[in-house]
Structure formats: C-alpha cells, structure tokens
C-alpha cells in the first residue's frame, strides 16, 4: 500500500492525490449516497417518473450544480 | 464488377457528412464558450480568462475554416449523388439552406473578422458583441439545417403535384413536427461536445504540472458548463424520443431491438444483439430484465413494441440504428456519470486533486464526437428505406450517374478530407502542446504555410503578447 501512495506522489499531482485521499467509511458512503442520488436523478430526467417530475428533477439539479460550482477547490495539496 | 450508385452515393454522402458534422458541433460548443469567457474577462478583468479565449479562438478558428469548407461540399452533393432528390424537394428545402446562407452565414462571416482579427483594434464590448454575433450565428445555422432535415424526417406544410412538392404551408415546413424537439436535442449535444473537449485539455495540463492557472479555470468551468447541459439534455432527449416514437415509430423500434409486435412483459433492455434481419429475429442478445419497461415505457411491467410492426418493404436496417442509438446512450450515460461524479468532487473540493478524475476527463475528450455522429446515424439510418420520409425512397432519389463517377469522387474526398483532418489534427495538438502562452493575441500572418508550424513563429506570437502569462 505504501508503495503504491509513494509511487502515486511521484506524479505532478500526486502530493494532492496522498494528501487528500484516505480511505474512510464516510467517504464510502458518500460514494454510495452519490450513486444512488446520480442513478435516481438520471432515471427523473429520463422521464420514468413522469414529465412532471422530469422538471423537477431538471430543476433541481441545476440549483444543485450552481450551489456547488461555487464552493472554492484545493489547488494542491502539497507544493 | 458493377458499382450501385446508390450504395455509393450514400456512402459518399455518409462520409462527407460524419466529417463535416465534427466542425459544426466544436464551432456551437466552442463559440457559447468563447461567449462566457469573454463575458467573465470583461467583468473580472483577470488575465486568465483572456489567456483563455485566445488559445479557444484559435482552435475555433480551425474548427470554423474547415466546417464551412466541408459543409459547402454538402450542397453539391445533392447534385452530384441525390438530383432526383434535389429536382422534388428543391422547393422546400433549397429555400431553407438559402435561408441559413443569409441569416446565419453572413452574420458569423461578418462578425468572426472581428473576433479573430479586432481583439485590440475595436473596443472591448464591441469585440464581445462580435463573440455574441458569432455564437449566435452558428446557433441560427444549425437551426435551419435542422429544420429543413426534420422536414425529411417528418414533411409538413406541402402537398404533391405532378410528381413534385408544392410547399402549401411555410410555417409548418420551418416548424415541422420534430423541429422544436431535435433542434435543442442537437444544440445541447454541440455545447456538451465543447465542453468536454475543453475539459480533456485542461486536465491534460494539470496533470502534466503545465499551466495550471489555465487548466484549473477551463476544467471548472466548462466541466460545470457540461453539468447542466447534460440534465438539460437527458430532459430534451426523452421529449425526443416521445417525439420520434409518435412519428417515426420504425426508428424507435429498430432503435431499442426488439423484433416481436409486442415484447414480454416486462420488458428487457437490449445492450448487445446480433440481428437477423432476413429472418426477422436475432440470432443473441445481452439483456437487463425489466428495465426496457422502466426506460422505454415508464412503467413496470409494459411491453415495447418491434419491427415486425412495420412492413418489412418500410424497415429500417436494425443493426444501424440499434448500435448508432446505443452508442449515443451509453456515451450519455458515462458524461453523465463523470458530471455526477464532478460535483462529488467539488463539494469534497477535490475537483482539480484527483488524479482518476482527471485521467478520466482526459480519455472523455472525444466522447461528445462519438455521441453526436452516433446519433446522427440513428437520425439517418432510422430513417431508411426514406430520403423524405413516406414520401420519396432513398433508391428512387439518386442521381441518373454511373457508379465510377461516384467512386472517383468519393475517393477524391475521401483523399482530399483526410488532408483537411490531417492538417486540422497536426495544427490543434502542436498549439495544445505549446500551451496557451503561446496563442497570439489576434490571427496574424506569419508569412506562408510553410513557416506557419515553426516554433519560432509560435514563439515570436507569445514573446510579442505576454499577456496573461502564468
């Protein structure tokens, strides 16, 4: 496992990669949360809960992706 | 051996059109683009966002040059392989492509001098304006070439007289029943196709260590772009599909691979088949049970209907449709997949970090190519055995010309665009590798051809224009 980090930090961005991803239950869940909500969300936009909800579901994730497009992002974790 | 014309003129046509097809779809995606970054330069004033839009105005630029080139070729192919075609329809649809000539032609001709050429010759709103007008313009042109093709998909507004079309309604030729619902179905696709593309090469720079400034802001920018283009076009693409259901139900049905008048119930969804199309059946199919009925009925258990629903004389070829179909689906869903995946990131704020990620953007580069030819191949091919459906057979459009002048020339374009794609291929990865540092801060001359791909004159543009630099 180390070898596998240490080689992964040779990369340009490998010190980001170390530095900000340790495995955890919560970030697998959060992997979890996030399949099932893009699965749930691609089946309302597709429409198999009905156009209504198509709209919704459209609306939705727009405001969704705009709230988080705004939040600010690490450049690098280790220069 | 004999040569059938018409097999060649549609592979002639095929080809010139898949080629030409690449350009328009890079022009919209790129010029909206182009449109917003200037749009944030002239707010913020960051040099960044100007570095940004001189490396993308000179890959538009290309892009711009080469889908005009191609897509005159069009035109005259009408002539060359499909006359019997051009001498009916010419009445509806020489109009429509006049139309797109002059609305949308001139306005993008007139306003790209001064986009490529007035960055510090006109003012800045002026210039932004001559960015808008450009945008504009190639949206204006893919609206009216998309009406007159969904004209041919589903003819309105004419009536037959002596073997020709009368055009008795010119609101409803423009406005055709699949118009309004193809036309965002394709306009979503170009600024989804841009979008990745931007994106590819931004992470490329990140991942290589090179222009991070750059490659930071394009990839948070244009992968958000992508975001709500992509649910906006799994919204529009379900309208279509409704759409196209209504009206061209054979499309549908080769579309999703089902032979049967009516399938099980539940239905299964089809990912892989071998079709028989001689004995009606196929010979294997890779399923998922239950989930035809959820996708393609939006219910549990109801059945989706086959080809064998529409005369065997009016099908379609399934394997055509059913791969171009699925092929534009699965593509849609990995984009879909990587803008979901997007936003997990950034609320971790991990976006610009993971390295996958980015690896992933970068094997996507191409991915809004693949989908928009693959579902343009499902437009055309689903729309078989018709030129104009119902009304005149593909077989009965082609040109009184032998076969080796379709060969000749189609061998000639198909030399002739491989130097275009050549060239265009050569010039994008050299200014891609150079870096936005070196996009000068307007077109300029740089003498002949021949010294154009000299680093020296490459270089000279950047020490000249360092603005922006990181």
């Not at chain 2, 070439?145 to 009536?159: E, K, R, V, Y």
């Not at chain 2, 299964?268 to 890779?286: A, C, E, G, K, M």
Request: charged share 15%; glycine share 8%.
């Amino acid at each position: 496992m180390r070898e596998v980090v240490r080689r992964a930090a040779d990369t340009p961005l490998g010190g980001a990669l170390t530095g900000a991803t340790p495995f955890s239950l919560r970030r697998a869940m959060g992997v979890v949360l996030t399949t099932l909500l893009g699965v749930t969300f691609f089946n309302a936009l597709i429409g198999v809960f009905g156009l209504p909800a198509a709209v919704i579901a459209l609306l939705l994730f727009i405001a969704l992706a705009v709230l988080i497009f705004r939040r600010p992002q690490t450049e690098r974790a280790r220069q | 051996m004999r040569l059938d014309p018409e097999v060649l003129a549609r592979i002639q046509f095929a080809f010139t059109v898949t080629f030409h097809i690449i350009f328009p779809t890079m022009s919209i995606g790129l010029a909206a683009f182009l449109v917003i970054i200037e749009g944030l330069w002239l707010k913020t004033k960051e040099p960044v966002y100007l570095q940004i839009y001189r490396f993308w105005m000179g890959i538009f630029a290309m892009g711009f040059g080469v889908g005009v080139v191609t897509g005159i070729v069009l035109s005259f192919e009408f002539g060359l392989g499909f006359a019997k075609f051009a001498q009916i329809a010419g009445p509806a649809i020489g109009p429509m492509i006049g139309l797109e000539v002059l609305t949308a032609f001139f306005l993008e001709a007139g306003f790209l001098g001064i986009m490529l050429f007035g960055l510090h010759r006109v003012g800045p709103k002026l210039h932004f304006l001559a960015t808008c007008m450009v945008a504009l313009g190639t949206e204006l042109s893919a609206s009216w070439i998309l009406s007159a093709n969904s004209w041919m998909q589903t003819p309105d507004g004419i009536a037959i007289q002596n073997g020709r079309i009368v055009v008795t309604n010119w609101l409803k030729v423009v406005d055709n029943p699949s118009w309004l619902a193809r036309l965002p179905h394709m306009l979503m696709a170009a600024l989804i196709t841009g979008s990745f593309f931007v994106a590819g090469v931004g992470a490329w720079y990140l991942l290589r260590g090179k222009h991070e400034t750059f490659g930071r802001r394009t990839v948070s920018l244009s992968i958000g772009f992508a975001t709500v283009a992509m649910a906006c076009q799994l919204f529009v693409g379900d309208i279509l599909y409704g759409t196209m259901l209504r009206y061209q139900p054979s499309k549908m049905q080769a579309a999703e691979g089902f032979w049967e008048e009516n399938s099980a119930s539940p239905a299964p969804y089809n990912w892989i088949i071998v079709p028989d199309q001689v004995h009606q059946r196929n010979r294997f199919t890779l399923r998922t049970p239950v989930l035809g009925s959820i996708w393609l009925t939006h219910s549990l258990s109801g059945p989706v209907a086959g080809l064998k629903n529409t005369p065997r004389d009016r099908q379609p070829m399934m394997g055509m449709v059913f791969y171009g179909f699925h092929t534009m689906f699965t593509m849609a869903m990995l984009m879909f997949f990587i803008v979901v995946v997007s936003l997990w990131l950034r609320l971790q704020k991990r976006l610009f970090t993971t390295v996958w990620f980015l690896r992933a953007l970068v094997i996507m580069t191409p991915a809004g190519f693949i989908a928009t030819i693959a579902g343009w191949y499902t437009a055309e091919t689903g729309r078989q055995p018709w030129v104009i459906w119902g009304i005149l057979r593909t077989a009965d459009a082609v040109s009184p010309v032998p076969g080796s002048v379709l060969l000749s020339t189609l061998i000639a374009f198909v030399s002739i665009y491989g130097l275009f794609i050549t060239a265009f291929l050569v010039f994008t990865f050299r200014m891609i590798r150079r870096g936005p540092e070196a996009a000068p801060d307007q077109a300029e001359a740089s003498g002949s051809l021949k010294n154009a791909l000299k680093k020296q004159v490459m270089d000279r543009a950047a020490v000249a224009h360092p603005v922006g630099k990181e």
